[in-house]
């Protein structure tokens, strides 16, 4: 789960970060007393999870209160990727000397949470890394002691740090640190880290990533969740604990398993048609779960026929039949359904399926190509 | 022969007393899978399976009356880093890991303590590992198998029985399947049993399944042009998969453009590994590669 920025910072400066204090805004009144209690020049930043906000016109300079209650109206309601921005962050104008990066990564390959440092701030970190990669470095900390002060001075002098700069780092690298293991972060980072004129150090943006492995242990952190930024059948499905992303065809897949779930959408596309989401049941799928699953799929109006994978395992395959038959009864609305179930208890599966009268299919690609077909179908008479 | 385990295998089960973990080891057990022992905190001195299985409450216990040489786990994500832990801790050198939603911090430190302790880890969030005819461990269903001279390996659960059974179907048999788990902290990865199948007499051919998100299939495409004579075929999840979107398994996940399915395709391409479309051009694939 992304954080906002403004929860990022507050996370952040809960573990000894320095940073600008900023205050939150939702409309252009707001902002201007924002900026009023402030005094002094601020950057209205929209609140977004989606990147290149800058560029969208999401950030802007305010010399005045009534610069910044001008700017807010302008940002707030902007459409940037697709999302609506409701939230402004109103922070102090920084002056900037130099920018850097500084984050930290759960990274597979070396089982290690790394340190990624350059003095190549300010901009996309994968950008550096194609175009100067010498540019970056990458740390690796031990995974049973962690972050210790040689590796907090090996960071700063990679930054080339001067001797004062140096030591207001160390609080930073630490206070990042401890906010990414305390958070169970994927990702934690400050782009840009800025000095100032005046030597200061300050980290002027911040983004974490959270483990969503990890969200259970974490209310505090659960409670963050930008519920506005979600898909409202996102959001619902991750109440039913089903693992569901819309996209934008016309194919509905339900599928357990991740892997297998991406499988059909592949084959989807490979028969000609368009997957309108990734939904995976996950083990054990009981008929209320496949109920809100057919419900969360058929909320979008676009879906003109859907695909139902299942390969039996941990998932009884009966148990789905019959989910998938009382759940189809059930539905406001109804769309051909090609029906798939292979494993344990497919026999008794195919007995129910064939009984309500389902589409069923021999093999995946049978089932890809009959769904595309039946969406054609469906989509041709309405 | 076969890899990981086999007629010898003597097969604890942590967490057997569990709605998952008896409907499972009841399945293993079917198959012919040792199970010497199981374990619950609590219910030592009692029996699972209808009298067949031996409780005990520590794996220490378990491993020192029964001669358990692998584990596999069941039980629920707080307490799985835990369970892999004392399974190391009691010497255990196998331990397969089904749980998922285990935080990956969590698994940080498990990771590094079981390889310091020699013990070899397959998952967590995997399917287990079946050597055909021989034993299954974990949760892939026994029934779609069939014995044979291909290995297989695969980052998914449900995918895996897909292939497998397009193989099976197609009549291309298996020596040991075997799902190394979709999270980003695994124990095992694909090289690791890419080359233990490579040293397997038995084994003629290796089938690779792969998914989005990090780079273990590119490295294991360098390994495999290096070290593997063994005819091979792939296939890659998540061609149509939005980048920044994590697709259910933690670990998959496109992100600043890297981990994609191309990205992996054309690595393995270029390690001369034929990369199917589908599941079920797999089977067509080894025949090609002379597999019989």
Redesign the interface.
């Known amino acids: 789960m992304k954080l906002q920025e403004y929860r990022s910072k507050e996370i952040l400066a809960r573990h000894g970060v320095a940073l600008l204090d900023g205050i939150v805004a939702s409309t252009p009144a707001e902002a201007r007393a924002a900026a009023e209690r402030i005094g002094s020049p601020v950057v209205v930043k929209a609140q977004v999870l989606v990147g290149g906000r800058g560029k969208a016109g999401g950030v802007k300079l305010a010399a005045t209160p009534a610069e910044a209650e001008a700017r807010a109206a302008e940002i707030i309601g902007l459409v940037i990727k697709g999302v609506t921005v409701r939230t402004l962050l109103v922070v102090p104008a920084a002056e900037i000397a130099k920018e850097y990066y500084l984050g930290l990564i759960?990274d597979?390959?070396a089982?290690?949470?790394t340190v990624i440092a350059s003095a190549d701030g300010g901009v996309?970190?994968?950008e550096t890394?194609k175009t100067n990669p010498g540019a970056i470095l990458r740390l690796p900390l031990h995974?049973?002691i962690g972050l210790r002060e040689h590796n907090v001075r090996r960071v700063a002098f990679f930054l080339g740090l001067d001797p004062e700069q140096r030591r207001a780092f160390g609080p930073i690298m630490r206070g990042l640190y401890a906010a990414f293991?305390a958070s169970?972060a994927?990702l934690a980072e400050i782009n840009p880290l800025v000095t100032t004129p005046g030597g200061e150090l300050l980290a002027l943006d911040a983004k974490i990533v959270l483990?969503?492995?990890?969200l259970?242990?974490h209310p505090e952190l659960e409670a963050m969740r930008d519920l506005a930024e979600e898909e409202p059948s996102e959001i619902a499905a991750r109440e039913a604990g089903i693992?569901f992303?819309k996209?934008d065809g016309n194919i509905g897949c339900m599928?357990?398993?991740?892997?297998?779930?991406?499988?059909t959408?592949?084959?989807?596309?490979?028969a000609g048609g368009e997957?309108a989401n990734?939904l995976?049941i996950g083990?054990?799928a009981k008929a209320d779960r496949v109920s809100t699953a057919f419900a969360i799929i058929l909320d979008d109006p676009r879906v003109q026929a859907i695909l139902v994978n299942i390969?039996?395992?941990?998932?009884r395959g009966d148990e789905v039949a019959r989910g998938i038959v009382e759940a189809r009864a059930s539905l406001q609305r109804t769309v051909p359904m090609v029906v798939r179930i292979?494993?344990?208890n497919s026999v008794e599966a195919a007995d129910i399926l064939r009984q309500a009268n389902l589409i069923t299919a021999d093999?995946?690609?049978d089932a890809a190509a009959k769904a595309v077909a039946a969406a054609l179908a469906e989509g041709g008479a309405a | 022969m076969s890899i990981l385990v086999n007629n010898a295998t003597r097969l604890l089960v942590q967490g057997i007393t569990g709605r998952?973990g008896e409907f499972?080891s009841r399945a293993m057990l079917e198959y012919g899978t040792p199970i010497v022992a199981g374990m619950t905190p609590g219910k030592g001195g009692q029996s699972a399976l209808d009298g067949r299985v031996p409780v005990y409450d520590t794996v220490a216990e378990a491993v020192e009356q029964t001669g358990a040489n692998a584990s596999c786990i069941f039980v629920p994500?707080?307490a799985a880093p835990d369970a892999m832990l004392e399974a190391a801790e009691a010497g255990i050198p196998l331990i397969f890991c089904i749980t998922?939603?285990?935080?990956?911090?969590?698994m940080?430190?498990v990771?590094?303590?079981l390889r310091a302790k020699g013990a070899r880890l397959i998952g967590p969030n995997c399917?287990g590992a079946t050597s055909v005819s021989e034993a299954k461990v974990g949760?892939?269903?026994g029934?779609?198998h069939r014995r044979g001279p291909v290995g297989l390996v695969?980052?998914?659960?449900?995918?895996?029985?897909?292939v497998v059974?397009?193989m099976t179907d197609a009549g291309l048999g298996q020596t040991t399947c075997v799902g190394i788990g979709?999270?980003?902290?695994v124990g095992s990865n694909f090289i690791d049993m890419l080359s233990m199948f490579n040293e397997d007499p038995e084994t003629e051919a290796i089938v690779m399944?792969g998914?989005?998100g990090?780079?273990?299939e590119e490295?294991a495409a360098a390994y495999c042009a290096r070290e593997v004579r063994k005819p091979m075929a792939a296939?890659v999840?998540?061609?149509?998969?939005?980048p920044g979107?994590?697709?259910?398994?933690?670990?998959?996940i496109i992100s600043?453009?890297?981990g994609t399915?191309e990205s992996k395709r054309l690595a393995l391409e270029a390690a001369g590994i034929r990369v199917a479309?589908?599941?079920?051009q797999i089977p067509g694939l080894l025949r090609a590669a002379g597999v019989r």
């Open positions: 759960l597979r390959a089982k290690a949470v996309e970190i994968e890394a995974p049973l293991m169970d994927d483990d969503d492995s990890a259970p242990r693992n992303i996209l599928v357990n398993g991740a892997g297998l779930a991406m499988t959408m592949d084959l989807v596309k490979l997957p990734f995976d083990g054990g390969f039996g395992g941990i998932t292979v494993g344990t093999s995946l690609d | 998952e499972h994500a707080p998922e939603g285990i935080p990956a911090l969590d940080l430190a990771y590094h303590v399917p949760i892939i269903p029934e779609i695969s980052r998914s659960g449900t995918l895996t029985y897909e059974q397009a979709g999270d980003p902290i399944i998914e989005i990090g780079d273990e490295r296939f999840a998540g061609r149509t998969a939005p979107r994590r697709m259910g398994h933690a670990g998959a600043g453009g890297a399915a479309d589908s599941p079920s």
